[in-house]
C-alpha cells in the first residue's frame, strides 16, 4: 500500500482533506511537520492547501525554507511523486521545483468556486490516469493563482508539455489559462485547484479522483 | 557600522499589476487626474551591521533577492536609507 507524507507546515489548513482523500483511494497518508528533513520509506508527497508560514511576504516564500524542502527537493530529484496543491504550488514554485511564479488574481478577487479544468497533458504522475482533451470538475480556493512566467519560461513548458492542466474559463488572469504544470520529468506537479475537494459527486464532484487516482497510484508502483 | 538600508519590491516591467491598476482606476473619483503608470510594490527597511557602506549594500541586496523578492516577477533594489 503506497504511503504518502502530507507536509503540514505552520498554517496549512487542507492537510486533512489531502490526507482522507489519499485513504478514500486505498493509500496511507502520513503528516509530516515541515521540521522533517527525510521522506525515507515514503512513495510520494503532497504539498497541501492553506497559508504556510502565514504567507508572509509571498505565498511559498518562507515556507521554501523549512527543514522538509530540502527533502522534498531530494525526494524530487530522485524522480520521486510530488505534487503541490494550491499553497503546496505556490511553494514548489517558490523553491524552484516548477518553472514560473502565483500572481494575484487578476481583480484582486479571492475566488472560491467551482472550476472546468482540460487536461492538456497526460504525461505527469497527475494526469496520467485521464485522457488529453478530458473535462473535469474541480473546485478553486485562492487569491494568488494567476500563473505568470516569461517568454523563455512558457515556450520551454509548451516545448516539453509541461502544462498540465488549463481552465476552460480563466477565472484568474493565468497565463494562457494553465492552472497546472509539471517540472521537464513529470514526477513533479502543481496545481492551484483543489481535486481533494472532489472527491464525491454527494458534495459537487467526483473528477478530484481521476487525479489523485493517478498520483497516488502511481507513487505506489514507484521504485524508490 | 550600522547602516540603515531599504530595499524596494516591485513587479517586472510587463507584469500585470492588479493593484496598482486597481489603485489607479480610483483615482479619478477623489480629483486626481492626469496620474498614470500607478506600480505597487513593497518596501523594507533593515539595519546592517557591515564594515563598509559598499557591503552593508551588498548584504542587503542578496537578501533582496534570496528572500525578499522572487525573481520570476518581481525586481528589488536596496539603496541606503536617507539617499
Known amino acids: ?224 | 557600522m550600522n547602516y540603515s538600508v531599504i530595499v524596494d519590491v516591485t513587479l517586472r516591467a510587463g507584469i500585470a499589476d492588479p493593484e496598482g491598476a486597481t489603485i489607479e482606476r480610483a483615482l479619478p473619483a477623489l480629483g486626481f487626474t492626469g496620474i498614470s503608470n500607478v506600480r505597487a510594490g513593497k518596501s523594507f527597511r533593515l539595519d546592517v551591521e557591515a564594515p563598509s557602506a559598499e557591503e552593508a549594500l551588498a548584504q542587503a541586496t542578496a537578501i533582496a533577492q534570496r528572500l525578499l523578492s522572487n525573481p520570476v516577477m518581481e525586481d528589488s533594489v536596496a539603496r541606503l536609507a536617507g539617499e
Not at chain 1, 509539471?182 to 487525479?211: I, K, Q, W, Y
Open chain 1, 1 to 224: 500500500m503506497a504511503r504518502i507524507g502530507v507536509v503540514v507546515f505552520p498554517g496549512s489548513n487542507c492537510e486533512y482533506d489531502a490526507a482522507n482523500a489519499v485513504s478514500d483511494l486505498g493509500a496511507t497518508p502520513e503528516f509530516v511537520w515541515h521540521t522533517q528533513a527525510s521522506f525515507e520509506g515514503f512513495d510520494g508527497i503532497i504539498l497541501p492547501g492553506g497559508f504556510a508560514h502565514g504567507d508572509y511576504l509571498r505565498p511559498g516564500a518562507l515556507a521554501r525554507f523549512s527543514p522538509v524542502m530540502g527533502a522534498v527537493q531530494a525526494f524530487a530529484a530522485a524522480g520521486g511523486a510530488v505534487l503541490g496543491i494550491c499553497n503546496g504550488f505556490q511553494v514548489l514554485t517558490e523553491a524552484g521545483l516548477l518553472p514560473g511564479a502565483l500572481q494575484k488574481n487578476r481583480g484582486l478577487t479571492f475566488l472560491c468556486q467551482p472550476s472546468t479544468l482540460v487536461v492538456t497533458s497526460a504525461r505527469s504522475v497527475l494526469t496520467r490516469n485521464a485522457a488529453v482533451g478530458q473535462h473535469l470538475s474541480v473546485p478553486i480556493n485562492h487569491f494568488s493563482g494567476s500563473y505568470n512566467c516569461d517568454d523563455a519560461t512558457y515556450d520551454a513548458l509548451v516545448a516539453n508539455d509541461q502544462i498540465v492542466l488549463r481552465y476552460l474559463d480563466n477565472p484568474n488572469g493565468s497565463r494562457d489559462n494553465i492552472a497546472g504544470v509539471s517540472n521537464e520529468a513529470g514526477n513533479v506537479v502543481g496545481l492551484m485547484p483543489h481535486p481533494e475537494r472532489a472527491m464525491s459527486t454527494l458534495l459537487g464532484s467526483a473528477d478530484g479522483r481521476v487525479l489523485l487516482g493517478s498520483f497516488v497510484g502511481l507513487a505506489a508502483t514507484a521504485t524508490l
